[in-house]
C-alpha cells in the first residue's frame, strides 16, 4: 500500500513537472479558465480553495494586493477562494460578464493583478490539478481525492514568465 502510494506522488510530481510548462502557456482566452471538472466536488474544491489561498496569502501581502479576476467565478471552489481572500483583506475586481466575447482580458486596473485559475483532472480519475496564474507568474499543484477530501499530491510548482 505504502510502495502504491509512493509512486503516485512520484507520477503525480514527474506528471507536474511535464505539464507545468503547458499549463502556463494558455491563451487570454476566457474559458479557458475556471474550474473546468465534469463533476462538482463541493467538499474538495473548499480544501482546495483554502489551500490555494493560503498559498496566495504566502506570495502577495494582504490588504496590499489587489486582484482582477480575468474569468468568472461562478463555481464553489472560485466563490470560496474568492472569500477567504477577501476576509485576508484582498481588493479584488471581479470579471464582467457584460464584456463581449472576444474582448481582451481585462487590463490591471490601478496596479492591480490579473488572478486566473483552471481547476481540471489530471492523469487519474482522483487526481485533480489546479493552476493559479497572478500576474506572470503560475502556481501548480495536484490533489488526490480520497474519502471526500483532497489532500495534496505534490508540492506547489512555480513559473515565472519570461521578460
Avoid: K
Avoid at 480544501?47 to 502577495?60: F, H, K, N, V
Avoid at 501581502?61 to 481572500?85: I, K, S, W
Amino acid at each position: 500500500m505504502r510502495a502504491l502510494m509512493l509512486a503516485r506522488l512520484i507520477f503525480s510530481h514527474l506528471l507536474l513537472a511535464c505539464l507545468a510548462g503547458c499549463a502556463a502557456n494558455r491563451t487570454a482566452d476566457a474559458s479557458a479558465y475556471g474550474n473546468l471538472l465534469a463533476a462538482r466536488v463541493p467538499a474538495q474544491e473548499n480544501g482546495i480553495a483554502a489551500d490555494a489561498a493560503a498559498r496566495l496569502i504566502a506570495s502577495y501581502p494582504p490588504a496590499r494586493t489587489r486582484f482582477a479576476l480575468q474569468h468568472a467565478a461562478q463555481d464553489g471552489f472560485g466563490r470560496e477562494l474568492l472569500e477567504r481572500l477577501r476576509s485576508q483583506g484582498y481588493a479584488i475586481g471581479e470579471f464582467s460578464s457584460q464584456t463581449p466575447d472576444a474582448a481582451p482580458p481585462l487590463p490591471s486596473a490601478a496596479g492591480a493583478i490579473a488572478l486566473r485559475y483552471v481547476l481540471d483532472m489530471a492523469a487519474e480519475p482522483d487526481l485533480v490539478r489546479l493552476t493559479l496564474y497572478a500576474g506572470s507568474e503560475s502556481l501548480t499543484r495536484a490533489y488526490l481525492l480520497q474519502g471526500g477530501a483532497a489532500r495534496p499530491a505534490s508540492a506547489w510548482i512555480r513559473r515565472e514568465a519570461a521578460p
